[in-house]
């Protein structure tokens, strides 16, 4: 089986630096996901780790290690459009579906 | 754009009736994946499928049947309702290799 640990609610300032983490337990990995999610609107797809390291992206980076099962989405100058639901998400297979953490809260506040 | 969309939006209905959601794309993907979103329990899959008529059970698939006649549709359908079914129900692409999904805009239904 496959399980995702991700912090439930995170609190972050207008301007700030948020980091997002996510832990992993699976038979097998193949790589690492983020997706934003606004109420009421669909997830969006943020950024992707297969292997090692930092994935940047504007604002957002993305960082795996694999040795460890663990990953961060790290958001930097917060804007309050940023407030939503963050999912990290594995793939245990090239073929097998997205197995999605609970979602992380981050309220942005002035 | 993925060019993916469902139907219907919104939908409310009573216990033990049966329901049919619709999952239709444009962009002729092999893969693709029926969600459903609870608070407190994130995403959790209920069947997805690899081509047409191909397809496989997901976490939470109990309650749920899945068809794929076309490339382009792929149904969700509650035999007989009940009010644990009521959910968001997300649709999903996959596009490429990497762990990207595209996402309908979801269903919201209601089992009363």
């Known amino acids: 089986g496959q399980s995702l640990e991700q912090p439930s609610e995170v609190t972050a300032v207008e301007g700030a630096i948020v980091q997002i983490n996510c832990t992993y337990q699976t038979s097998g990995f193949y790589g690492l996901s983020w997706y934003q999610q606004h109420d009421g609107g669909a997830p969006t797809f943020l950024s992707y780790n297969a292997l090692d390291g930092l994935e940047e992206t504007g604002r957002f980076s993305s960082f795996l290690s694999r040795s460890d099962s663990y990953g961060y989405l790290l958001l930097q100058e917060l804007q309050m459009k940023d407030s939503a639901s963050y999912f990290c998400?594995?793939?245990?297979?090239?073929?097998?579906?997205?197995?999605f953490g609970k979602g992380t809260r981050l309220s942005v506040i002035a | 754009d993925a060019g993916i969309t469902q139907s219907p939006r919104h939908k409310v209905t009573e216990t033990g009736t049966p329901v049919t959601l619709r999952c239709h794309q444009t962009e002729n993907h092999r893969y693709m994946y029926w969600y459903r979103q609870d608070p407190g329990h994130g995403l959790r899959l209920i069947h997805y499928s690899y081509g047409v008529k191909d397809t496989d059970k997901g976490e939470v698939s109990d309650g749920y049947s899945v068809s794929r006649s076309k490339t382009e549709d792929f149904l969700l359908t509650l035999e007989s309702a009940t009010s644990s079914q009521t959910s968001v129900y997300f649709c999903a692409i996959k596009p490429g290799d990497t762990g990207e999904l595209f996402f309908g805009e979801g269903s919201r239904l209601t089992v009363l």
């Open positions: 998400a594995v793939r245990a297979s090239g073929n097998t579906p997205l197995v």
